[in-house]
């Protein structure tokens, strides 16, 4: 069973920046396309980012632009670059597949933008 561990979130300003990561166990993390989610509360969870294997992003319209995904298969750690932040992007955060069956869900990283 995979294990997924997010981190990095924090409370930041409107326009500040977070570099979100997903660390994951296991040696086939890098045959996965991978995405990053998020749930705000009283909404449902949400695919903002995901990356192929290759490492092709792909990004939902309300964060494109501002968000960049990345992975490093060597280290089994994916990354999630925030940039001009907004109060609608408050959420936790969570990492997990793009396709197919997802993997067990980690704790997730609480993003709050506030002034």
């Known amino acids: 069973q995979v294990r997924l561990v997010e981190s990095g979130g924090g409370l930041v300003q409107p326009g500040g920046s977070l570099r979100l990561s997903c660390a994951a166990s296991?040696?086939?993390?890098?045959?996965?396309?991978m995405g990053w989610y998020r749930q705000a509360p009283g909404k449902q969870r949400e695919l903002v980012a995901s990356?192929?294997?290759?490492?092709?992003?792909g990004y939902a319209d309300s964060v494109k632009g501002r968000f960049t995904i990345s992975r490093d298969n060597a280290k089994n750690t994916m990354y999630l670059q925030m940039n001009s932040l907004k109060p609608e992007d408050t959420a936790v955060y969570y990492c997990?597949?793009?396709?197919?069956?997802?993997?067990?869900w980690g704790q997730g990283t609480q993003v709050t933008i506030s002034s």
């Open positions: 990356i192929t294997r290759g490492g092709i992003p």
């Open positions: 997990n597949k793009a396709d197919g069956v997802k993997d067990s």
């Open positions: 296991g040696s086939l993390f890098w045959f996965y396309a």
